[in-house]
């Protein structure tokens, strides 16, 4: 099912949270809603499952106007950021939930839990309570039983939010493979832009309450279409009045061609990178993403003075 | 120190005159006990304070919920003259409750004179005591449901909508198995409050012996008239119900604050 | 005639997902508001406007003669004695189930909870028994004013010792600790830490307190003896009026009774916002 919202605006009383928002989401994508806190993401998503009602704008569901049809109706799943588990339900009965209120024959329903429960790998915990699992486990019961009513649409907002690091990235790699299996049209929210790049083919990218761009994560990266958009998403400084990547500094040894005068504060090597702290004249920081064996090359010692010119940088007309 | 005050306290104010009791109704034997409690003007006493505390309890129970969700979970214009409404029977005396009752259904009052004029006796009949013991026990639920509602949070029912649960089926399958501890314990508040209900029914009921006269009026009425015996007696059954709402409490209210 | 009181509210709902919802909420404000008219509201009303319809010197000739003062001086007083009584003694009861430590005190911790489920004529007969005529114990306090709080403290018991407790137990005992590594005695942390802390919930269990004190009819009626201008408390003052057939004059002295409680959860609702004052930002 595709998604399309178009002039979506959406206020909390004096606060806009959502501001004249247009954008479409194509049958069978993984698409992140990327932002910071505040953006507007979640009240967007909650917008398209019908939990909240836009103050202006449509939404349209596969071609059909959604706007005020309630959330019962729109055949979305739905993943609370605090997994929103039914506390007083076993694990089985969380899953079934959707099924059972739509009395579906016990024994299709039974099957359908036991899909789920291997799907998401919790065949062991079937007849325990939310409260018995880790926030990992937790997470994939939401998930399945956001999955057993078979959702034209899945959304997930801030899924792994509230899990720890490890955790965290697991889950990660667990949604792209999910994504794959079954291919049902995804939207998630996230305030991680390392995790929209890494599991999205899809990033909208919101800030205060707008869309700054959509596209894929390499548009985004290579491409941003704002100051906001190629600051948020990957690392970003000034150079000369310009914005420019770590991996687009070259360091030179000779001053000319407008290259600026750095000294080198500190240089951390990560691997087959290394990245090399930077300091100007007037005091403003900047870092250099280079290889190691660069680094090597060039011979370069913390303290020592350099000249720095972007290979590629950018301008934004503020 | 602080120890030895508070049970001192306690001893002086609550159980050293509860002891007495059991001692004064069993000091001639069962017997007596017996034949007070086999009175028939007692056995009606007791039988119209189950009928009314069946009809009170139920009534305030719909009305707590229902009030409680809306309170926590709607926004409308009003809601907190709603929220201090609820509360005020708490604050109020009995006697200003049933007089209250006592000036509306009243022969000269807004309701009682064309509730009258149309045969409707309210006021000294068992309606009366049923709308009194329904105002004095109004807040009990609500008092409940509410914070276990808020602390409770809307994330559930709003995953219940989205995987299709109608309004009703939320409200069944996620909200009230969620608060049932925190309704059962405003139950059991409201149902000793409504068996022990005395100043505001004393006005309402005319206290006509062997008709009007709930439990706790016969216990008065026993006592005034001299019969100790069944006084005590009849108090005793009324304590002993309110030791077993007491360990309803007890055994409810961990339980309440867990969830 | 009562739906109008309600309608007014539920046709400007806020904007909620669906109309079906909307509608449903606005029958149920509809009918939750119209129970409340009918059993709480109106009744009231008719109190107030059954105490002003032989107009203000008549309402004025009941409130102030002598036995209605003097009823309402002993309500106030022994409310207010009563209340500090429950203060002191509630807040030690408190700290005691939480802080101390003894065989039985699962079982004291919940007969706290008796008088809340005690019929309330039931509780003055409780104490006749011992602090009446016939005392074993040679203590007859009957028809007394000492009598009168004694049944007070009985029905107000558990109000204080409920509100403090769960502060109590929420109550970090890291700050008691550091103020002891400050150097602060027992007493000291305590008048200064801790009873700072406890000083919202001791003041509203004390409201609680002091509107079921001053309303309270049914623990008192028997042991107070009624005697006018001695032991005859507002309530039971109202009922005498009733009872000898002049419901103005009660409704009088009961809208004075209604005035005390309103004034008895303001006043003390603005000395709670002062207390708590640290807790917002």
């Not at chain 1, 899990?163 to 493979?177: G, K, N, Q, S």
Request: aromatic share 6%.
């Amino acid at each position: 099912m595709s998604i399309e919202i178009r002039h979506v605006t959406k206020r909390f009383g004096e606060a806009v949270a959502v501001d004249d928002v247009s954008l479409e989401v194509e049958t069978g994508s993984l698409t992140a809603l990327l932002g910071p806190s505040g953006s507007g993401k979640s009240t967007l998503l909650r917008i398209v499952a019908g939990l909240e009602t836009p103050d202006a704008g449509e939404v349209i569901l596969s071609g059909e106007d959604a706007t005020t049809l309630s959330p019962q109706k729109r055949n979305v799943g739905f993943v609370f950021q605090h997994y929103a588990a039914f506390k007083h339900m076993t694990v089985r009965n969380n899953i079934a939930f959707g099924l059972t209120i739509r009395k579906r024959p016990k024994n299709e329903i039974r099957e359908r839990v036991e899909e789920l429960l291997a799907l998401v790998q919790l065949q062991g915990f079937a007849d325990r309570y939310p409260a018995q699992l880790s926030g990992g486990q937790r997470q994939r019961m939401a998930l399945a039983r956001a999955l057993a009513a078979e959702p034209k649409v899945l959304l997930l907002d801030e899924p792994f939010g509230a899990l720890d690091a490890r955790v965290r990235a697991e889950l990660r790699d667990w949604l792209r493979r999910l994504h794959e299996e079954v291919h049902v049209t995804t939207v998630f929210v996230t305030h991680d832009q390392e995790e929209a790049m890494e599991v999205a083919d899809r990033v909208a990218v919101l800030n205060r309450g707008r869309l700054e761009q959509i596209g894929s994560p390499l548009d985004l990266y290579d491409e941003p279409a704002s100051e906001f958009v190629m600051r948020f998403v990957g690392d970003a400084h000034d150079l000369g009045g310009a914005l420019v990547r770590p991996h687009d500094v070259a360091l030179r040894r000779e001053p000319g061609d407008g290259a600026v005068e750095v000294a080198i504060e500190r240089i951390t090597v990560l691997g087959a990178d290394a990245r090399v702290e930077l300091v100007d004249g007037d005091g403003a920081r900047l870092a250099a993403r280079l290889r190691r064996d660069e680094v090597e090359e060039l011979d370069l010692e913390e303290g020592e003075i350099l000249w720095v010119r972007p290979e590629r940088e950018r301008v934004f007309s503020s | 120190m602080p120890r030895f005050v508070a049970l001192a306290y306690l001893t002086a104010v609550l159980l050293a005159p509860l002891t007495m009791v059991f001692w004064r109704t069993f000091q001639h034997g069962l017997a007596p006990v017996w034949g007070a409690l086999s009175n028939p003007e007692t056995v009606h006493a007791f039988k119209l304070t189950l009928i009314v505390t069946a009809i009170a309890v139920p009534v305030n129970t719909i009305f707590g919920v229902a009030v409680s969700l809306l309170i926590v979970r709607k926004r409308f214009p009003g809601k907190g003259v709603l929220n201090a409404f609820i509360d005020l029977p708490l604050a109020l005396s009995p006697v200003v409750v049933g007089l209250s009752l006592y000036l509306l259904y009243g022969r000269n009052g807004w309701f009682g004179s064309w509730l009258l004029g149309h045969g409707i006796q309210v006021l000294f009949a068992w309606p009366a005591i049923v709308l009194a013991t329904i105002f004095a026990s109004v807040p009990f639920v609500a008092r409940e449901v509410i914070p276990t509602l808020r602390e409770l949070g809307d994330e559930q029912e709003q995953a219940a909508s989205t995987l299709g649960a109608s309004g009703w089926q939320t409200f069944r399958r996620i909200t009230l198995p969620s608060i049932r501890w925190a309704v059962i314990y405003g139950v059991v508040l409201t149902t000793a409050r409504s068996l022990g209900e005395y100043g505001a029914v004393a006005i309402v009921s005319g206290r006509i012996v062997g008709r009007t006269e709930t439990a706790t009026l016969r216990v008065d009425d026993s006592y005034q008239n001299f019969d100790l015996t069944g006084a005590y007696s009849i108090s005793l059954v009324l304590a002993a119900t309110a030791v077993v709402v007491l360990i309803l409490m007890t055994v409810l209210k961990p339980k309440e604050q867990m969830a | 005639m009562a739906e109008s009181h309600a309608n007014p509210v539920a046709l400007r709902l806020s904007r909620a997902a669906g109309t079906s919802e909307r509608a449903g909420t606005a029958l149920s404000l509809g009918l939750v508001s119209t129970f409340l008219t009918l059993i709480v509201i109106l009744p009231i009303a008719a109190l107030v406007w059954e105490s002003k319809r032989d107009g203000a010197h008549a309402f004025w000739q009941v409130v102030s003669s002598p036995e209605a003062v003097s009823a309402f001086k002993l309500t106030i007083g022994a409310a207010a004695i009563v209340a500090l009584v429950n203060a002191v003694l509630g807040t030690v009861t408190a700290w005691v189930l939480v802080r101390d430590d003894f065989r039985g005190k699962a079982l004291v911790n919940s007969v706290i909870d008796l008088p809340f489920a005690l019929p309330t004529i039931v509780a003055g007969l409780t104490l006749l028994a011992l602090y009446g005529p016939r005392s074993p114990i040679g203590v007859n306090l009957a028809f007394t004013r000492t009598a009168i709080c004694l049944a007070l403290c009985f029905v107000t018991l558990p109000f204080v010792v409920r509100t403090v407790q769960p502060v109590l137990l929420e109550l970090d005992t890291e700050m008691e600790q550091a103020a002891h590594s400050l150097g602060a005695s027992g007493l000291v942390t305590f008048r200064r830490i801790v009873l700072p802390n406890l000083l919202p919930g001791i003041l509203s269990g004390l409201v609680l307190a002091l509107a079921r004190a001053v309303g309270e009819i049914g623990a008192v009626v028997l042991i107070s003896g009624n005697l006018p201008y001695r032991t005859e408390v507002s309530s039971v003052y109202v009922m005498g009026r009733i009872e000898s057939g002049d419901p103005a004059g009660a409704a009088a002295v009961a809208v004075v009774l209604l005035a005390t409680s309103f004034a008895i959860l303001l006043g003390v609702g603005g000395l709670r916002f002062l207390v708590t004052r640290h807790e917002r930002a």
